[in-house]
Protein backbone atom coordinates (compact mmCIF):
# COMPACT_ATOMS: atom_id res chain seq x y z
CA UNK A 1 0.00 0.00 0.00
CA UNK A 2 1.11 3.52 -0.62
CA UNK A 3 1.15 6.27 1.39
CA UNK A 4 -1.88 7.03 3.03
CA UNK A 5 -1.41 3.20 3.77
CA UNK A 6 -5.04 2.92 5.08
CA UNK A 7 -7.80 2.72 2.39
CA UNK A 8 -7.83 6.41 1.33
CA UNK A 9 -11.33 7.22 2.99
CA UNK A 10 -10.06 6.61 6.53
CA UNK A 11 -8.42 8.67 9.17
CA UNK A 12 -6.04 7.14 11.84
CA UNK A 13 -3.75 9.72 13.15
CA UNK A 14 -1.47 9.11 16.49
CA UNK A 15 -0.65 6.11 15.57
CA UNK A 16 0.99 3.27 17.71
CA UNK A 17 1.86 0.27 15.84
CA UNK A 18 2.21 -2.83 17.45
CA UNK A 19 3.19 -6.70 16.37
CA UNK A 20 0.99 -8.94 18.11
CA UNK A 21 1.59 -12.90 17.03
CA UNK A 22 1.66 -13.16 12.93
CA UNK A 23 -0.32 -9.59 12.58
CA UNK A 24 1.01 -6.11 12.45
CA UNK A 25 -1.60 -3.68 14.24
CA UNK A 26 -2.17 -0.04 14.13
CA UNK A 27 -4.13 2.28 17.07
CA UNK A 28 -5.11 5.45 17.16
CA UNK A 29 -7.29 8.01 17.25
CA UNK A 30 -9.80 8.28 14.91
CA UNK A 31 -10.64 11.89 13.08
CA UNK A 32 -13.64 13.26 11.14
CA UNK A 33 -12.42 15.07 7.59
CA UNK A 34 -15.43 17.40 7.97
CA UNK A 35 -14.83 17.58 11.98
CA UNK A 36 -14.05 20.91 13.44
CA UNK A 37 -12.50 19.36 16.64
CA UNK A 38 -9.66 16.78 16.68
CA UNK A 39 -10.57 12.75 17.17
CA UNK A 40 -13.68 11.10 17.68
CA UNK A 41 -16.24 9.63 20.31
CA UNK A 42 -14.90 6.05 19.26
CA UNK A 43 -11.83 4.28 18.27
CA UNK A 44 -10.82 1.75 15.73
CA UNK A 45 -8.66 -1.15 14.97
CA UNK A 46 -7.05 -1.78 11.88
CA UNK A 47 -4.31 -4.98 10.92
CA UNK A 48 -2.24 -6.53 8.51
CA UNK A 49 -0.49 -10.33 8.04
CA UNK A 50 3.23 -8.93 8.71
CA UNK A 51 3.45 -11.75 5.60
CA UNK A 52 1.38 -9.07 3.31
CA UNK A 53 1.75 -5.60 4.58
CA UNK A 54 -1.09 -4.56 1.54
CA UNK A 55 -3.89 -6.71 2.83
CA UNK A 56 -5.25 -3.98 5.70
CA UNK A 57 -8.61 -5.35 7.98
CA UNK A 58 -10.85 -2.85 9.63
CA UNK A 59 -11.95 -4.54 12.97
CA UNK A 60 -14.56 -1.78 13.61
CA UNK A 61 -14.39 -0.48 16.77
CA UNK A 62 -12.85 -0.77 19.39
CA UNK A 63 -13.72 1.65 22.51
CA UNK A 64 -16.56 4.44 22.67
CA UNK A 65 -17.03 6.93 24.79
CA UNK A 66 -20.26 7.88 23.50
CA UNK A 67 -23.33 5.78 22.44
CA UNK A 68 -23.88 5.27 18.66
CA UNK A 69 -25.84 3.47 16.44
CA UNK A 70 -24.06 0.04 17.26
CA UNK A 71 -22.83 0.45 20.60
CA UNK A 72 -23.40 1.65 24.09
CA UNK A 73 -20.56 4.03 25.83
CA UNK A 74 -17.90 2.21 27.37
CA UNK A 75 -17.84 5.36 30.02
CA UNK A 76 -19.93 6.50 32.55
CA UNK A 77 -18.35 9.35 33.92
CA UNK A 78 -17.43 11.56 30.39
CA UNK A 79 -18.29 11.81 26.77
CA UNK A 80 -15.49 13.65 25.74
CA UNK A 81 -13.22 12.34 22.67
CA UNK A 82 -10.84 9.95 22.52
CA UNK A 83 -7.11 10.69 22.10
CA UNK A 84 -3.88 8.66 21.15
CA UNK A 85 -4.38 5.14 22.75
CA UNK A 86 -1.98 2.71 22.97
CA UNK A 87 -2.34 -1.15 23.50
CA UNK A 88 0.29 -3.25 25.19
CA UNK A 89 0.28 -7.33 25.69
CA UNK A 90 0.72 -9.11 29.17
CA UNK A 91 0.01 -12.60 30.13
CA UNK A 92 -1.87 -12.85 27.35
CA UNK A 93 -4.30 -10.12 27.81
CA UNK A 94 -4.33 -7.10 25.74
CA UNK A 95 -4.71 -3.99 27.76
CA UNK A 96 -6.02 -0.66 26.03
CA UNK A 97 -4.60 2.82 27.56
CA UNK A 98 -7.33 5.93 26.35
CA UNK A 99 -6.33 9.43 27.42
CA UNK A 100 -9.74 11.19 26.92
CA UNK A 101 -9.89 14.99 26.56
CA UNK A 102 -10.58 16.69 29.67
CA UNK A 103 -11.30 13.72 31.67
CA UNK A 104 -9.89 10.75 33.47
CA UNK A 105 -8.49 7.93 31.85
CA UNK A 106 -9.18 4.61 31.77
CA UNK A 107 -7.69 0.94 30.37
CA UNK A 108 -10.14 -1.40 28.72
CA UNK A 109 -8.88 -4.91 28.35
CA UNK A 110 -9.56 -7.67 25.55
CA UNK A 111 -8.53 -11.29 25.02
CA UNK A 112 -7.59 -10.11 21.64
CA UNK A 113 -5.89 -7.51 20.17
CA UNK A 114 -8.31 -5.87 17.81
CA UNK A 115 -10.45 -5.73 20.79
CA UNK A 116 -13.16 -4.98 21.58
CA UNK A 117 -12.20 -3.58 24.71
CA UNK A 118 -14.45 -3.90 27.83
CA UNK A 119 -13.98 -1.32 30.64
CA UNK A 120 -11.72 -2.33 33.42
CA UNK A 121 -11.02 0.60 35.48
CA UNK A 122 -9.55 4.26 35.45
CA UNK A 123 -6.21 5.14 36.30
CA UNK A 124 -5.92 4.45 40.40
CA UNK A 125 -3.61 6.59 42.44
CA UNK A 126 -3.10 8.97 44.75
CA UNK A 127 -3.03 12.97 43.81
CA UNK A 128 0.46 13.15 44.66
CA UNK A 129 1.84 10.65 42.53
CA UNK A 130 0.12 11.11 38.76
CA UNK A 131 1.27 14.17 36.91
CA UNK A 132 -0.60 16.17 33.88
CA UNK A 133 -3.86 16.64 36.88
CA UNK A 134 -3.88 12.57 36.40
CA UNK A 135 -5.52 12.55 32.88
CA UNK A 136 -2.42 10.70 31.21
CA UNK A 137 -1.78 12.52 28.24
CA UNK A 138 -1.35 10.84 25.09
CA UNK A 139 0.27 8.06 26.97
CA UNK A 140 2.52 5.15 26.06
CA UNK A 141 3.10 2.17 28.11
CA UNK A 142 6.33 -0.10 28.16
CA UNK A 143 6.17 -3.88 29.52
CA UNK A 144 9.84 -4.03 30.36
CA UNK A 145 11.54 -7.56 29.69
CA UNK A 146 11.44 -8.05 34.21
CA UNK A 147 7.49 -7.83 33.78
CA UNK A 148 7.26 -4.64 35.11
CA UNK A 149 5.23 -1.62 33.21
CA UNK A 150 5.94 1.94 32.74
CA UNK A 151 3.90 4.90 31.29
CA UNK A 152 5.05 8.01 30.12
CA UNK A 153 2.39 10.78 29.06
CA UNK A 154 2.24 14.48 29.19
CA UNK A 155 1.21 17.57 27.60
CA UNK A 156 4.18 20.37 27.40
CA UNK A 157 5.60 18.64 30.05
CA UNK A 158 6.63 14.94 30.65
CA UNK A 159 5.90 12.58 33.17
CA UNK A 160 6.52 9.00 34.21
CA UNK A 161 5.14 6.21 36.22
CA UNK A 162 5.24 2.82 36.95
CA UNK A 163 2.08 0.68 36.63
CA UNK A 164 1.08 -1.89 38.86
CA UNK A 165 1.56 -5.16 36.69
CA UNK A 166 -0.83 -7.41 38.67
CA UNK A 167 -3.57 -5.11 37.71
CA UNK A 168 -2.08 -2.91 35.02
CA UNK A 169 -4.38 0.35 35.91
CA UNK A 170 -2.88 1.16 39.40
CA UNK A 171 0.05 3.47 39.57
CA UNK A 172 2.39 2.89 42.35
CA UNK A 173 3.11 5.16 45.05
CA UNK A 174 5.90 7.08 44.89
CA UNK A 175 6.56 6.22 41.02
CA UNK A 176 6.11 9.30 39.44
CA UNK A 177 8.97 10.66 37.37
CA UNK A 178 8.91 14.87 36.26
CA UNK A 179 10.43 16.24 33.59
CA UNK A 180 11.65 12.88 31.85
CA UNK A 181 12.19 14.78 28.77
CA UNK A 182 12.66 18.74 29.27
CA UNK A 183 10.88 21.65 27.93
CA UNK A 184 14.13 23.19 27.26
CA UNK A 185 16.09 22.86 23.69
CA UNK A 186 16.96 20.67 22.11
CA UNK A 187 14.47 18.32 23.54
CA UNK A 188 11.60 21.06 23.23
CA UNK A 189 8.89 18.27 24.69
CA UNK A 190 5.14 18.87 23.90
CA UNK A 191 3.61 15.50 23.77
CA UNK A 192 2.68 11.84 21.81
CA UNK A 193 5.19 10.02 24.17
CA UNK A 194 5.81 6.76 22.71
CA UNK A 195 7.85 4.27 24.48
CA UNK A 196 10.36 1.57 22.74
CA UNK A 197 12.65 -1.01 23.97
CA UNK A 198 15.52 -2.56 21.60
CA UNK A 199 17.98 -4.48 22.94
CA UNK A 200 19.28 -3.18 25.77
CA UNK A 201 18.03 0.70 24.49
CA UNK A 202 14.89 2.51 25.37
CA UNK A 203 13.37 4.79 23.17
CA UNK A 204 10.98 7.98 23.96
CA UNK A 205 9.24 9.01 21.05
CA UNK A 206 7.69 12.49 20.98
CA UNK A 207 6.37 15.51 19.48
CA UNK A 208 9.12 18.81 20.20
CA UNK A 209 6.85 22.05 20.99
CA UNK A 210 5.96 24.23 17.70
CA UNK A 211 7.28 25.45 15.48
CA UNK A 212 9.29 21.58 15.45
CA UNK A 213 5.92 20.54 17.11
CA UNK A 214 5.50 18.48 12.68
CA UNK A 215 8.18 16.60 13.91
CA UNK A 216 9.06 13.06 15.53
CA UNK A 217 11.62 13.36 17.78
CA UNK A 218 13.47 10.41 19.83
CA UNK A 219 15.80 10.38 23.17
CA UNK A 220 17.47 7.02 24.35
CA UNK A 221 18.61 5.78 27.83
CA UNK A 222 20.08 2.78 28.87
CA UNK A 223 17.23 3.04 31.70
CA UNK A 224 13.20 2.91 31.66
CA UNK A 225 13.46 5.93 33.97
CA UNK A 226 16.13 7.97 31.86
CA UNK A 227 18.10 10.40 31.81
CA UNK A 228 17.13 10.38 28.27
CA UNK A 229 19.28 11.73 25.88
CA UNK A 230 18.02 13.67 22.79
CA UNK A 231 19.37 12.05 19.63
CA UNK A 232 17.15 13.99 16.78
CA UNK A 233 14.08 13.63 14.84
CA UNK A 234 13.27 10.98 12.34
CA UNK A 235 10.41 12.30 10.05
CA UNK A 236 8.83 15.72 9.20
CA UNK A 237 5.16 15.87 8.39
CA UNK A 238 5.54 19.88 7.49
CA UNK A 239 8.79 19.17 4.87
CA UNK A 240 7.48 20.59 1.34
CA UNK A 241 4.07 19.65 2.65
CA UNK A 242 0.60 21.30 4.91
CA UNK A 243 2.41 20.91 8.16
CA UNK A 244 0.58 20.06 11.41
CA UNK A 245 1.08 18.21 14.55
CA UNK A 246 2.98 14.80 14.61
CA UNK A 247 2.05 11.62 16.53
CA UNK A 248 3.28 7.97 16.02
CA UNK A 249 6.00 5.24 16.83
CA UNK A 250 8.55 2.40 15.27
CA UNK A 251 8.01 -1.01 14.86
CA UNK A 252 10.19 -3.63 13.34
CA UNK A 253 8.03 -5.65 11.05
CA UNK A 254 9.76 -8.83 9.65
CA UNK A 255 13.30 -7.27 10.47
CA UNK A 256 12.71 -4.61 9.07
CA UNK A 257 11.97 -1.23 11.11
CA UNK A 258 9.49 1.44 9.93
CA UNK A 259 7.75 4.78 11.40
CA UNK A 260 4.50 5.18 11.51
CA UNK A 261 2.91 8.96 11.32
CA UNK A 262 0.52 10.92 9.84
CA UNK A 263 -0.25 13.60 7.55
CA UNK A 264 -2.87 16.80 6.91
CA UNK A 265 -5.96 17.05 5.18
CA UNK A 266 -8.70 19.38 3.78
CA UNK A 267 -6.62 22.58 4.74
CA UNK A 268 -6.85 21.63 8.25
CA UNK A 269 -4.82 20.36 11.83
CA UNK A 270 -8.06 18.03 12.45
CA UNK A 271 -8.59 15.20 9.62
CA UNK A 272 -5.25 13.25 9.42
CA UNK A 273 -4.05 10.16 7.66
CA UNK A 274 -1.89 7.25 8.77
CA UNK A 275 1.50 7.24 7.22
CA UNK A 276 4.72 4.53 7.17
CA UNK A 277 8.57 5.41 5.90
CA UNK A 278 11.15 2.42 6.39
CA UNK A 279 13.45 3.37 8.41
CA UNK A 280 17.07 2.30 9.31
CA UNK A 281 18.94 2.39 13.22
CA UNK A 282 22.32 2.42 13.33
CA UNK A 283 24.92 0.27 15.42
CA UNK A 284 25.28 3.70 17.66
CA UNK A 285 21.53 3.45 18.43
CA UNK A 286 20.98 6.74 16.56
CA UNK A 287 18.30 6.63 13.26
CA UNK A 288 18.48 8.97 10.59
CA UNK A 289 15.95 11.28 9.29
CA UNK A 290 13.91 9.82 6.38
CA UNK A 291 11.96 11.69 3.98
CA UNK A 292 8.56 11.64 3.09
CA UNK A 293 7.68 9.66 0.31
CA UNK A 294 4.71 8.03 -1.23
CA UNK A 295 5.72 4.68 -0.86
CA UNK A 296 3.92 3.18 2.17
CA UNK A 297 5.47 -0.29 2.34
CA UNK A 298 5.90 -0.59 -0.87
CA UNK A 299 9.23 -0.80 -2.94
CA UNK A 300 7.93 1.84 -5.58
CA UNK A 301 4.94 3.08 -7.42
CA UNK A 302 4.42 1.66 -10.72
CA UNK A 303 3.54 4.88 -12.81
CA UNK A 304 1.24 2.62 -15.59
CA UNK A 305 -1.46 1.89 -13.11
CA UNK A 306 -4.10 4.53 -12.36
CA UNK A 307 -2.99 6.89 -9.54
CA UNK A 308 -4.67 8.65 -6.74
CA UNK A 309 -3.69 12.27 -6.93
CA UNK A 310 -3.78 12.44 -3.26
CA UNK A 311 -0.68 10.08 -2.47
CA UNK A 312 1.35 13.01 -3.18
CA UNK A 313 4.28 13.40 -0.98
CA UNK A 314 5.07 17.31 -1.84
CA UNK A 315 2.16 19.53 -1.76
CA UNK A 316 3.43 23.49 -2.05
CA UNK A 317 2.09 26.58 -2.93
CA UNK A 318 -1.05 26.32 -1.49
CA UNK A 319 -2.64 23.32 -2.73
CA UNK A 320 -4.08 20.86 -0.53
CA UNK A 321 -5.93 17.40 -0.29
CA UNK A 322 -9.43 17.63 0.46
CA UNK A 323 -12.36 15.09 1.00
CA UNK A 324 -15.58 15.93 -1.46
CA UNK A 325 -17.21 13.07 -0.60
CA UNK A 326 -16.28 9.54 0.43
CA UNK A 327 -15.15 8.79 -2.85
CA UNK A 328 -13.81 12.04 -4.05
CA UNK A 329 -10.59 13.49 -2.55
CA UNK A 330 -8.76 15.36 -4.81
CA UNK A 331 -5.81 17.61 -5.05
CA UNK A 332 -7.50 21.84 -4.83
CA UNK A 333 -6.56 25.29 -4.43
CA UNK A 334 -3.78 24.62 -7.43
CA UNK A 335 -3.03 28.33 -8.35
CA UNK A 336 0.12 29.25 -10.65
CA UNK A 337 3.47 28.24 -8.98
CA UNK A 338 1.91 25.20 -7.28
CA UNK A 339 4.29 22.33 -6.63
CA UNK A 340 2.86 18.42 -6.32
CA UNK A 341 5.41 15.56 -6.04
CA UNK A 342 5.82 12.14 -5.67
CA UNK A 343 8.50 9.37 -4.64
CA UNK A 344 9.07 7.23 -6.24
CA UNK A 345 7.80 5.51 -9.39
CA UNK A 346 10.04 2.76 -11.01
CA UNK A 347 9.82 3.26 -15.23
CA UNK A 348 10.84 -0.04 -15.63
CA UNK A 349 14.39 -0.78 -18.71
CA UNK A 350 12.04 -0.21 -22.01
CA UNK A 351 14.92 1.52 -23.83
CA UNK A 352 12.60 1.15 -27.38
CA UNK A 353 10.40 3.75 -26.54
CA UNK A 354 11.52 7.14 -27.32
CA UNK A 355 7.75 9.31 -25.94
CA UNK A 356 4.53 7.80 -24.01
CA UNK A 357 1.39 9.54 -22.96
CA UNK A 358 0.74 10.97 -19.28
CA UNK A 359 -3.03 11.36 -18.65
CA UNK A 360 -4.22 13.39 -15.80
CA UNK A 361 -8.14 13.79 -14.83
CA UNK A 362 -9.35 16.85 -13.76
CA UNK A 363 -12.12 18.59 -12.21
CA UNK A 364 -12.39 22.26 -13.55
CA UNK A 365 -12.18 25.75 -11.89
CA UNK A 366 -12.51 27.42 -15.00
CA UNK A 367 -9.09 28.53 -15.36
CA UNK A 368 -6.09 27.21 -18.33
CA UNK A 369 -3.16 25.82 -17.06
CA UNK A 370 -0.55 23.55 -17.80
CA UNK A 371 1.58 20.89 -16.22
CA UNK A 372 4.83 21.02 -16.09
CA UNK A 373 6.32 17.10 -15.45
CA UNK A 374 9.25 16.98 -14.08
CA UNK A 375 11.86 13.96 -13.02
CA UNK A 376 13.77 14.34 -9.36
CA UNK A 377 13.67 17.88 -8.79
CA UNK A 378 11.28 20.39 -8.83
CA UNK A 379 13.26 23.33 -9.72
CA UNK A 380 16.72 21.87 -11.72
CA UNK A 381 14.71 17.98 -12.92
CA UNK A 382 14.44 17.11 -16.52
CA UNK A 383 11.21 18.31 -17.75
CA UNK A 384 9.68 15.13 -19.95
CA UNK A 385 6.88 17.06 -21.15
CA UNK A 386 3.45 19.78 -20.69
CA UNK A 387 0.04 18.87 -20.44
CA UNK A 388 -1.88 21.41 -20.52
CA UNK A 389 -5.41 21.71 -18.94
CA UNK A 390 -9.03 23.60 -19.86
CA UNK A 391 -11.35 24.95 -18.11
CA UNK A 392 -13.77 22.26 -17.64
CA UNK A 393 -13.89 18.60 -15.84
CA UNK A 394 -11.95 15.96 -18.14
CA UNK A 395 -9.04 13.68 -18.71
CA UNK A 396 -6.18 15.63 -20.29
CA UNK A 397 -3.11 14.28 -22.47
CA UNK A 398 0.38 14.85 -23.36
CA UNK A 399 2.57 13.19 -25.43
CA UNK A 400 5.73 13.04 -23.08
CA UNK A 401 9.65 11.78 -23.14
CA UNK A 402 9.51 8.30 -22.62
CA UNK A 403 11.73 6.91 -19.10
CA UNK A 404 13.40 4.44 -17.75
CA UNK A 405 14.67 3.62 -14.15
CA UNK A 406 13.44 5.20 -10.78
CA UNK A 407 12.45 8.78 -10.36
CA UNK A 408 10.52 10.83 -8.71
CA UNK A 409 7.92 12.65 -10.03
CA UNK A 410 7.00 16.88 -9.64
CA UNK A 411 4.07 18.15 -11.57
CA UNK A 412 4.94 22.15 -11.54
CA UNK A 413 2.01 24.51 -12.44
CA UNK A 414 1.58 27.17 -14.61
CA UNK A 415 -1.03 29.27 -16.02
CA UNK A 416 -1.97 29.92 -19.72
CA UNK A 417 -2.89 33.43 -19.48
CA UNK A 418 -1.04 36.35 -20.72
CA UNK A 419 -1.99 40.16 -21.86
CA UNK A 420 -1.95 43.49 -19.60
CA UNK A 421 -4.33 41.29 -16.48
CA UNK A 422 -1.77 38.71 -16.43
CA UNK A 423 -0.99 39.57 -12.82
CA UNK A 424 -4.51 39.01 -11.31
CA UNK A 425 -4.42 35.29 -12.15
CA UNK A 426 -1.77 34.60 -9.75
CA UNK A 427 -4.15 33.75 -6.79
CA UNK A 428 -6.97 32.07 -9.42
CA UNK A 429 -7.66 28.58 -8.60
CA UNK A 430 -6.61 26.66 -11.64
CA UNK A 431 -8.12 23.34 -11.99
CA UNK A 432 -8.74 20.25 -8.81
CA UNK A 433 -6.02 17.00 -9.74
CA UNK A 434 -7.63 13.41 -9.31
CA UNK A 435 -5.58 11.02 -10.63
CA UNK A 436 -2.90 10.54 -13.22
CA UNK A 437 -1.36 7.83 -14.74
CA UNK A 438 1.64 7.25 -17.67
CA UNK A 439 1.26 4.62 -21.01
CA UNK A 440 3.23 3.36 -23.73
Not at 237 to 248: E, I, K, S, T
Request: aromatic share 16%.
Amino acid sequence: MANPFLPLWEYIPDGEPRVFGDRVYIYGSHDRPDSDAFCDYKLKVWSAPISDLNKWECHGDSFHTMDDRDHKADTDWTNKELYAPDVVEKDGKYYLYAYILHSKGCVGVSDYPEGPFKLLSQYKYNEEDAGDEGVFNDVGVLVDDDGRVYAYYGFEHSFMNEINPDNMYEIIEGSLKENVLPEEPPYRFFEASSPRKIGDTYYLIFSPKPPEGQRLAYATSDSPTGPFTYRGYIVDNGDQYPAGNNHGSICCINGQWYVFYHRMTNNTILSRRACVEKINILPDGTIPTVEMTSLGFEEYLSPYKINEAEIACVLMGGCYVTEKDFFTRPITNIKHGAIIGYKYFEFGNDYSSKTMKFFAKAIGSGGKARIRILLDDYENGEEIGVCDIDTHDGVYSATVKSVTGRHAVFFVIEHRYGGWFVDSFAEKPLFELVSFSFAK
